[in-house]
T-cell receptor, first 117, second 114 residues
Framework: DTGVSQDPRHKITKRGQNVTFRCDPI?????LYWYRQTLGQGPEFLTY????????KSRLLSDRFSAERPKGSFSTLEIQRTEQGDSAMYLC???????????????FGPGTRLTVT | GNSVTQMEGPVTLSEEAFLTINCTYT??????LFWYVQYPGEGLQLLLK?????DKGSNKGFEATYRKETTSFHLEKGSVQVSDSAVYFC?????????????FGQGTRLTINP
């Protein structure tokens, strides 16, 4: 297995356009996470899937953002009517089910860097 | 709320120097603690972790001990190498409504000069 993959790696778009990113998790991982990382900051949690169910969404995820994980495999993150403030690195991570102490690790993909002009 | 505060960077050291990157946290529950590393042009990689108080995580010569009394998880390495140049992120995780959320610090950029 080659790990978590994301596509595209880079995306430049004009303000107002829609963009969609894809994440392919490690095949046996049933949990998938999206994070956003702006320059000079640590990643911030956006949303979480367990299998195909989206169980948690951050307040950071405005109505212009939507994420899906059909069939509990790959996931897509769509941003509608992009704004310059959406420019960031979008990271995907996956994990297996862990203990109730939360000690299992999340494996991160390389990220998609979005630039909105 | 839940938060992580890291030592501000950038940090520049000479090869073979001793490294400490400070990390303190605030959490409402009993978090697990992690250090992730991001090498230039690559994704985040888990460096080490500790799941309960007094646990010591270690990997590649790096160590960090979960100190509940001081709410800290400082990263140390006895002798750094040029290849350790990267951005280091301290993070905590809590199970909230069934999701393991990672809360990251702002990152510390480390540069090691030969």
């Amino acid at each position: 297995d080659t790990g978590v993959s994301q596509d595209p790696r880079h995306k430049i778009t004009k303000r107002g356009q829609n963009v969609t990113f894809r994440c392919d998790p490690i095949s046996e991982h049933n949990r998938l996470y999206w994070y956003r990382q702006t320059l000079g900051q640590g990643p911030e949690f956006l949303t979480y899937f367990q299998n195909e169910a989206q169980l948690e969404k951050s307040r950071l995820l405005s109505d212009r953002f939507s994420a899906e994980r059909p069939k509990g495999s790959f996931s897509t993150l769509e941003i509608q009517r992009t704004e310059q403030g959406d420019s960031a690195m979008y990271l995907c991570a996956s994990s297996t089910r862990g203990t109730r102490f939360g000690g299992y690790e999340q494996y991160f993909g390389p990220g998609t860097r979005l630039t909105v002009t | 709320g839940n938060s992580v505060t890291q030592m501000e960077g950038p940090v520049t050291l000479s090869e073979e120097a001793f490294l400490t990157i400070n990390c303190t946290y605030t959490a409402t529950g009993y978090p697990s603690l992690f250090w992730y590393v991001q090498y230039p042009g690559e994704g985040l990689q888990l460096l080490l972790k500790a799941t309960k108080a007094d646990d010591k995580g270690s990997n590649k010569g790096f160590e960090a001990t979960y100190r509940k009394e001081t709410t800290s998880f400082h990263l140390e390495k006895g002798s750094v190498q040029v290849s350790d140049s990267a951005v280091y992120f301290c993070a905590l995780s809590l199970i909230i409504q069934g999701a393991q959320k990672l809360v990251f610090g702002q990152g510390t950029r480390l540069t090691i000069n030969p």
